[in-house]
Nanobody
Framework: QVQLVESGGGLVQAGGSLRLSCTTSGRTFSNYAMGWFRQAPGKEREFVATISWSGLSTYYADSVKGRFTISGDNAKNTVYLQMNSLKPEDTAVYYC???????????????WGQGTQVTVSS
């Protein structure tokens, strides 16, 4: 059974930091693109960041560029999202996603995690 399990969410004050983790199991995700999305209350899910499984290629939404960093550890089958200088507007449920081609392609990613809540207080 393929699983993506997120962890690391929580409550933090504005300006603070959190690191989210996404651990994969059930199959190998070599050559998969991995990514993070988020969904705030009353809003559509939006792209945050993506990384190739090799780690050589990353791409970020403009809203998080310079504050968030996506990285991966193949040995641990884990992808991370380091979030710094957090703002109240970063409050959302954050989802991990995986796809053999791209997480920001014309179709939704094949695999999703269950999500982890991030709340940033002002």
């Amino acid at each position: 059974q393929v699983q993506l399990v997120e962890s690391g969410g929580g409550l933090v004050q504005a300006g603070g930091s959190l690191r989210l983790s996404c651990t994969t199991s059930g199959r190998t995700f070599s050559n998969y693109a991995m990514g993070w999305f988020r969904q705030a209350p009353g809003k559509e899910r939006e792209f945050v960041a993506t990384i190739s499984w090799s780690g050589l290629s990353t791409y970020y939404a403009d809203s998080v560029k310079g504050r968030f960093t996506i990285s991966g550890d193949n040995a641990k089958n884990t992808v991370y999202l380091q979030m710094n200088s957090l703002k109240p507007e970063d409050t959302a449920v954050y989802y991990c996603a995986a796809d053999p081609i791209s997480v920001i392609g014309t179709t939704p990613p094949d695999y999703w995690g269950q999500g982890t809540q991030v709340t940033v207080s002002s």
